[in-house]
């Protein structure tokens, strides 16, 4: 109808193309390298001619519309003609004892059901309503076009496999948009099969997203289609897309990596069918989620919210409320050829195997992810609020802390969002109204200003925001409990008696800490080696102190050094978790033998002890309550093998008492923070105006507040 309507009426808005000639002969040989047939047979060469008359125009129409619109056409036919294809399903059929025209017609099924069906026009409509949803609920979406230009020249040596962190459902629509914008072809995006309902399936699939089951590890022949689909995509030079976390991150941080796609194209190119493959990190970043409240349902334990229209209508609801930026990040590609030899994983029988170097090449992808993902005005607000608990603070207060970490970051050049160089009252008041508009903090005005704090039910939401860059702030944490630890031995010894250790003697105990703390994490975070590691917590310390090492031949020496680090990092940075890790200990002591016979009744009871141990003042945190905390706190305790029958108590009281001891550090550190803060708010006299304009003696220049 639109044809017809153009041809009559507006004329100047279509053009006829001639695409290039082919011959005969020439098509019948290209026929039979694509099937392997004999050159005596003919049946399926029509089909290929036609194919290839489409194709051909289709490359016209694309040198007159641009790269936008580089999309696949024929996939199921193409896939079905190839000989890969035809002998696997014939093996299947000899496997599973069917005819080969029902294992055929099965696959085929397969087929439609993941591949993507691109459209021209749906993908003019999805990027014009993409538009329309970002700009409904976020000022801007920022990135940087020579990011995306690198990657467009990269497209033209091989194919592109982009890896975002996952922690929106707007996660593809952003990426799909910035795309858009600079004249690039969508991606073949991974989606999971619950987001194959109308409307948005229909439109996503014709945009380039092809949907796959979350499960199907026993079906063999929908793993051998998705196989070759990802081969046929590879080969094709187009760009990919999937989640290398799996699903949606609930907490903030980087989830665990998960292997399957990575693992099919590993093996594709292991197989050949492809020279070079460039894996491209992305970090997706939002002042603020219009999921969380979503979110925050799943914490206390609720039921995941099952997509459909409805849902959707409330999605787009809630982003009539603004939510701030969106910041695209793309991390420096990762060659596979250059990572990955092709003879160090030839001897793999089974692709779905998980090799060691996959791993590896996982755990880099998210590394790199981790370290191009910026700091945000909210998530700093956040780590600041955070720091000082169980208090409500003025504008200023939380200024003063915001100043201090800038600096911080500055002096190891983190990664910020554009403009970050802010840290006046009015920024950050707008940044706390903002968080308080969607009820992450709460606020008070009846007094002499207002004043904010993060409620106990509201921890989960504000640390959700801190959890978003707090790898950055690992290191340094680690450190400070290693020092309290050397510290606190110190006094035990006197306190009982005992030889003083010796410089070298606490060295070592620093380090043991330090590693220890470092394996004990590593279930939620992403370390370098132990080599790198230690390196970095030794260049960390020596900011403080030069000689760092020498101070910590007695107590007072690690007083003075605890002194020169500003701010404290590890109260907001490690207690939810290692609180979550010890509840999980004492749950363990408690019902840990029937612990493996109902998983999810046994992290319902996790949740229900550390409600307990709150209102008991026992941890000072409500995010241990949260069940998506608690699933890697119950993973961790299995690692070790503290669950199930026939373990012995006494294993799981060492393990209880090893994490109690490293919540005491955590106090003392927290300790010290908040006499540090108590004492310079009381040396500093601080106006209902803010620190932005507290007295000072005449002559000395005002300096702000640290934690």
């Not at 380039?208 to 030079?237: A, P």
């Amino acid at each position: 109808m639109r044809q017809w309507f153009l041809s009559r009426f507006s004329r100047h808005r279509f053009e006829i193309l001639e695409a290039p000639a082919a011959s005969v002969s020439e098509l019948r040989a290209r026929w039979q390298r694509a099937t392997t047939q004999d050159l005596a047979h003919t049946v399926g060469l029509s089909e290929f001619v036609c194919r290839q008359a489409a194709l051909a125009l289709e490359r016209a129409e694309r040198r007159h519309r641009g790269a936008r619109y580089k999309v696949p056409r024929f996939v199921i036919e193409e896939i079905s003609a190839r000989a890969p294809f035809r002998a696997g399903v014939a093996a299947y059929a000899s496997q599973l004892g069917k005819s080969e025209t029902q294992v055929h017609r099965e696959a085929i099924r397969y087929l439609h059901e993941i591949a993507a069906t691109h459209d021209p026009t749906v993908i003019d409509l999805v990027a014009n309503l993409t538009r329309r949803i970002v700009q409904r609920g976020y000022r801007a979406l920022r990135y940087s076009p020579d990011q995306l230009a690198r990657v467009q020249t990269l497209a033209q040596k091989g194919p592109v496999c982009f890896l975002p962190a996952h922690r929106s459902n707007l996660d593809h629509l952003v990426l799909f948009l910035a795309l858009y914008e600079n004249g690039l072809p969508p991606n073949h995006t991974a989606g999971g099969i619950n987001m194959n309902f109308f409307p948005v399936g229909p439109l996503v699939r014709r945009s380039g997203v092809f949907f796959i089951r979350r499960t199907f590890r026993d079906n063999e022949l929908y793993k051998f289609v998705l196989r070759q689909y990802v081969d046929y995509l590879l080969e094709k030079r187009f760009s990919l897309e999937w989640y290398i976390e799996g699903g949606r991150s609930r907490s903030g941080k980087l989830l665990p990596p998960r292997y399957g796609i990575l693992s099919y194209v590993v093996d594709a190119y292991r197989r050949g069918k492809v020279d070079e493959v460039y894996l491209v990190p992305v970090s997706i970043t939002y002042d603020q989620i219009q999921d969380l409240a979503e979110y925050a349902t799943e914490h206390r334990g609720g039921a995941k919210t099952r997509e459909s229209w409805r849902w959707l209508v409330r999605v787009l609801r809630r982003l009539r409320r603004r939510y701030g930026d969106i910041h695209l990040r793309i991390a420096p590609e990762l060659a596979l050829s250059e990572f990955i030899a092709r003879e160090s994983i030839a001897t793999l029988a089974d692709p779905e195997e998980t090799s060691r170097p996959i791993q590896k090449l996982a755990f880099e992808l998210c590394v790199r992810i981790a370290r191009a993902t910026p700091l945000t005005p909210t998530a700093v607000t956040s780590f600041a609020l955070l720091s000082v608990p169980d208090r409500a603070l003025t504008a200023g207060e939380v200024t003063a802390l915001v100043a201090d970490l800038l600096r911080w970051a500055e002096t190891r050049e983190l990664p910020t969002t554009a403009g970050f160089a802010w840290g006046t009252v009015s920024q950050v008041t707008a940044v706390l109204e903002a968080l308080v508009e969607n009820e992450a903090v709460s606020c008070f005005r009846q007094g002499e200003e207002p004043v904010y704090l993060v409620s106990p039910e509201q921890q989960p939401a504000a640390g959700y925001y801190r959890n978003t860059v707090v790898h950055f702030f690992l290191g340094g944490a680690i450190a400070e409990l290693a020092l309290f630890a050397v510290r606190d031995s110190f006094l035990a010894r006197q306190r009982t008696g005992m030889p003083v250790h010796s410089h070298e003697e606490a060295t070592q105990e620093f380090w043991r800490v330090v590693f220890w703390l470092r394996d004990l994490l590593k279930f939620d975070f992403f370390f370098p080696d132990r080599q790198q590691f230690r390196e970095e917590i030794d260049a960390e310390l020596r900011r403080a102190h030069p000689d760092w090492q020498t101070l910590l031949a007695h107590a007072d020496g690690v007083d003075e050094l605890f002194h020169h680090l500003r701010p404290l990092l590890a109260p907001a940075s490690l207690r939810p978790f290692l609180e979550t890790y010890w509840v999980a200990a004492q749950a363990a002591l408690l019902w840990g033998d029937q612990a493996n016979e109902n998983r999810l009744g046994f992290v319902s009871q996790c949740g229900n002890l550390a409600r307990q141990l709150w209102l008991q003042r026992r941890i000072r945190s409500t995010e241990p309550t949260s069940r998506v905390l608690l699933q890697a706190a119950v993973d961790l305790a299995s690692y070790h093998g503290l669950l199930g029958p026939g373990v012995d108590p006494v294993r799981r009281k060492r393990w209880a008492d090893q994490l109690r001891a490293a919540l005491l550090w955590l106090d003392g550190v927290a300790a010290r923070a908040l006499a540090r803060f108590a004492e310079e708010v009381a040396l500093r006299e601080v106006p209902s105006a803010g620190f932005a304009t507290m007295a000072t003696p005449k002559g000395e220049p005002a300096s702000p507040l640290s934690i």
